[in-house]
């Protein structure tokens, strides 16, 4: 559920969306689909100077509407200004490659709409997103409702906070590695956290502890910031680790992303949140699979710095098609590959390949090799599927 009433049975935004498309639709050979989506995204310096009109965030995406909130000219979002808003209509039927128009984080520009306009129920404030600036970066992944479509899962973030539990849902090395490529392809800064330390100590065998451990100190060996956590304590059991955080949180925009029931709102809420994150409320150490947050959403947090907290994703494929990115994605695999005798080496059996002789001597460990593999060739198979490692 979302966080501002927003009353269901309503019908009224879905008709607005029906008629914009009709409108448009006859409209259509004046001007070109692609022109269209050109013309919705517009730097902010060639936004229209109207009173009617002011910038904002995008704090929450539903399926027909969103939230914003404003936006000042120095960054501050003001997340308890919070106004319902519908995509300017003329947009509707615009050439669309990605699932959504807005993601949470992107920076628009609204006019505001009288109250009968969108004739909602809501008390919000009603406004018409005319614009969105470029996006700086996205979070994205393919959508699993249309292979060919993007889905954006938030835009314009400076930090991805990778979190993962031990146990109760187990961690998915390979799912921390799909974030990983990402953040790198996006330059993004990437941080890893691992959550419910507890579980590990009180249910994990020793085998599975010193493998997390292994896995630990490798990602922070190759420069990665590692964070473990148990969020479910007032402490989260490490005040130095939990201050450390605090302070890489304050003053960007940190999006919270990994499967469901792993602790990322019990995260979020360590730090002070404006508005307190619904944490699965039956702590039981067995996660029986409901996703408690449903919206992605933007909010401020008391001790600095903005973060948006995601539903958990059951599937993440990403849009590195071939082994160039990906192994750009892979720190240490970018590091030989530019070595190997060609260019477009996959680093799987080609000869002069010094990606494999670095694997070979133990420099690039095996288990990340093989989550190279598992990622290129789910991409790249014959059936075109893209299959999931661990
Ligand atoms: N044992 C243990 N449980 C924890 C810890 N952190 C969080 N939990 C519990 O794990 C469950 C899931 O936590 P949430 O914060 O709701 O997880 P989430 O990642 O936000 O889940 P979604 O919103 O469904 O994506 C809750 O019952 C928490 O109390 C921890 O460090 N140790
Ligand atoms: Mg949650
Ligand atoms: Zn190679």
Same mark, same amino acid.
């Given at each position: 559920m979302g966080r501002w009433k927003y009353k269901k049975g309503d019908q009224s935004l879905d008709r607005l969306e029906k008629v914009g498309r009709m409108r448009s639709r006859s409209k259509k050979s004046k001007t070109s689909q692609s022109e269209l989506r050109d013309s919705f995204i517009l730097p902010e310096s060639s936004w229209p100077i109207s009173d009617q009109g002011f910038a904002a965030r995008v704090v929450e995406v539903h399926k027909r509407y969103c939230f914003v909130s404003r936006e000042d000219n120095i960054g501050e979002v003001d997340t308890k200004d919070v106004w319902l808003a519908t995509v300017a209509r003329r947009y509707l039927t615009a050439d669309r490659t990605q699932r959504n128009f807005v993601a949470v984080g992107d920076r628009v520009y609204c006019s505001t709409a009288e109250k009968h306009a969108t004739d909602t129920k809501s008390?919000?404030?009603?406004?018409?997103? %005319?614009?969105? &600036?470029?996006?700086?970066?996205?979070?994205? +992944? !393919?959508?699993?409702? #249309?292979? *060919? @479509?993007?889905? /954006? $899962?938030?835009?314009?973030?400076? %930090?991805?906070? &990778?979190?993962?539990?031990?146990?109760?849902? +187990? !961690?998915?090395?390979? #799912?921390? *590695? @799909?974030?990983? /490529? $990402?953040?790198?392809?996006?330059?993004?800064?990437?941080?890893?956290?691992?959550?419910?330390?507890?579980?590990?100590?009180?249910?994990?065998?020793?085998?599975?502890?010193?493998?997390?451990?292994?896995?630990?100190?490798?990602?922070?060996?190759?420069?990665?910031?590692?964070?473990?956590l148990e969020a479910r304590r007032d402490d989260a059991g490490d005040k130095a680790q939990l201050s450390k955080l605090k302070s890489l949180l304050a003053g960007k925009i940190s999006i919270f992303s990994g499967h469901s029931g792993v602790g990322k709102s019990s995260i979020v809420n360590l730090f002070d949140a404006e508005i307190v994150q619904e944490v699965e409320p039956d702590s039981d150490i067995f996660y029986k699979g409901r996703h408690t947050t449903t919206y992605a959403s933007f909010i401020k947090l008391g001790s600095g710095g903005y973060v948006i907290d995601t539903p958990g994703i059951r599937s993440f494929m990403i849009h590195q098609e071939g082994p160039i990115e990906l192994g750009f994605g892979f720190v240490e695999i970018r590091k030989y590959a530019s070595q190997c005798k060609f260019r477009e080496c996959r680093h799987i059996d080609e000869p002069g390949c010094v990606v494999l002789a670095a694997l070979a001597d133990g420099d690039i460990a095996e288990w990340r090799y093989r989550n190279y593999v598992g990622i290129l060739e789910g991409t790249t198979g014959r059936e075109g599927r893209v299959r999931d490692i661990e």
């Open positions: 008390d919000l404030p009603q406004c018409v997103v %005319q614009h969105m &600036i470029p996006r700086v970066s996205k979070i994205s +992944r !393919v959508d699993p409702l #249309l292979a *060919d @479509r993007e889905h /954006v $899962l938030a835009a314009n973030v400076d %930090q991805l906070l &990778i979190v993962s539990s031990f146990l109760s849902p +187990r !961690v998915k090395w390979g #799912l921390i *590695d @799909r974030y990983l /490529v $990402l953040a790198e392809c996006q330059e993004i800064t990437p941080v890893i956290v691992l959550n419910k330390l507890d579980l590990l100590k009180e249910k994990g065998d020793s085998e599975f502890a010193s493998n997390c451990q292994e896995r630990v100190e490798y990602y922070r060996k190759l420069g990665y910031q590692v964070f473990v």
